[in-house]
């Protein structure tokens, strides 16, 4: 995983300090937006050519790992 975050960077002066692809004003949320409305990752590479099939694979990662360390806090509602 320490390969993959390399290349993710966030920096309050680039996209409002939202983690971007390094080198790139190219967000996380940009890629997994493109993969979830239906681009493969060769169109996303082809249609970007700042980007490397890694930087996918990055973004996935960073987002995977942001998800494991969300913590639902559950509460129970008196009427």
Not at 18 to 34: A, E, F, S
Not at 49 to 57: D, F, G, M, S
């Amino acid at each position: 995983m320490n390969e993959l975050r390399a290349h993710i960077v966030v920096d309050p002066e680039v996209r409002f300090g939202k983690p971007c692809i390094k080198g790139t004003r190219i967000t996380v949320g940009d890629i997994l937006q493109w993969l979830s409305g239906g681009m493969t990752e060769q169109e996303i590479v082809a249609d970007y050519p700042e980007l490397q099939k890694i930087h996918v694979r990055a973004a996935l990662a960073f987002a995977a790992e942001r998800d494991a360390m969300t913590k639902v806090v559950a509460h129970e509602i008196v009427a």
